[in-house]
């Protein structure tokens, strides 16, 4: 019988994500150099594809050197620190921030100015670009925590202000807020606010049913996605033939021999292209199988 392979239509890149490679494609069309500061996702394959196109991958230190130039900033925001560069080495900034992000950034920063000076807490992955940006809001102050042993960090007499990186579980955060509200002292306040995006996390209970229903699921992703990590958890654990690649090429087609339907998705990062190559594939290898 032959395969019947089905791409996940809720997967794929997010709005964020979406407008930021818009952004570089337009600008790249205009035929001057442009450079953009890091990956502009997590996906090795899509990064190639706009590299390909003219896109310069630059790091903070190639920054600091780069004179009258034109950078984009990616969906995942910056700090102030990097506007500040830009400003002084004279670079045109092509701000592709996702809107979800600023508002986030805007917001950490409102509450870490409050003449209460609360401690700020972020819920989040340290280390990650997102996160790095936020912590900024707060000239380095913010306490990064990752799981509970890290709230050892915050001093519960004092005022606690908690966020999330916006890619973060829904159910995780409230096991941190739960913990807080345990542990602080009456006197202190306590304030939390949930800026997860629901379309980032939304995606999850929507692609565990997606995974149930076939027999086998490839879920293709980006290595460095932290969202593509997390979803491919999530669809395994409920399907045990779940496989996870970068692209055609990582495919062993032995896994699928006896599969009558197959499930192809991705994380918040992954290109619809990169999905349906996998699929044409498996489809071109079953061919000339037959």
């Given at each position: 019988m032959d395969i019947q392979i089905e791409i996940d239509?809720?997967?794929?890149f997010c709005f964020g994500v979406t407008t930021a490679i818009s952004k570089a494609?337009?600008?790249?069309?205009?035929?001057?150099?442009?450079y953009c500061l890091g990956d502009i996702v997590h996906n090795a394959k899509e990064v190639e594809r706009l590299q390909q196109l003219g896109l310069i991958t630059i790091d903070h230190t190639r920054l600091a050197s780069l004179r009258d130039a034109k950078?984009?900033?990616?969906?995942?925001?910056?700090?102030?620190?990097?506007?500040?560069?830009?400003?002084?080495?004279?670079?045109?900034i092509i701000d592709a921030t996702c809107p979800v992000v600023l508002r986030l950034q805007q917001r950490i920063k409102?509450?870490?100015l409050q003449p209460s000076r609360p401690q700020i807490a972020i819920?989040?992955?340290?280390?990650?670009?997102?996160?790095?940006?936020?912590?900024?809001?707060?000239?380095?102050?913010?306490?990064?925590?990752?799981q509970l042993g890290d709230l050892q960090q915050l001093d519960f007499n004092r005022d606690i202000s908690l966020f999330s990186q916006t890619t973060k579980s829904p159910d995780q955060f409230r096991q941190i807020v739960d913990y807080i509200r345990n542990h602080i002292r009456p006197s202190a306040n306590f304030r939390y606010f949930d800026t997860i995006?629901?379309?980032?996390s939304g995606r999850m209970s929507g692609m565990i049913r997606f995974a149930q229903s076939h027999d086998a699921l490839l879920?293709?992703?980006?290595?460095?996605s932290s969202n593509g990590r997390a979803l491919f958890a999530a669809c395994r654990s409920v399907n045990p033939n779940a496989h996870l690649v970068e692209g055609p090429s990582d495919i062993c087609f032995d896994w699928f021999k006896g599969v009558e339907s197959l499930g192809i998705c991705g994380a918040t990062s992954t290109p619809t292209w990169l999905m349906e190559d996998c699929?044409?594939?498996?489809?071109?290898?079953?061919?000339?199988?037959e």
């Open positions: 239509k809720a997967s794929g494609e337009e600008e790249l069309r205009k035929g001057e150099p442009l950078v984009l900033l990616r969906a995942h925001g910056e700090p102030p620190e990097t506007y500040a560069r830009a400003r002084e080495n004279g670079i045109n409102a509450e870490y819920f989040g992955k340290r280390g990650h670009a997102e996160v790095l940006g936020l912590v900024g809001q707060t000239e380095g102050q913010a306490v990064v925590v990752e995006c629901r379309q980032v879920f293709v992703s980006g290595l460095k699929k044409n594939a498996i489809l071109n290898y079953r061919h000339v199988e």
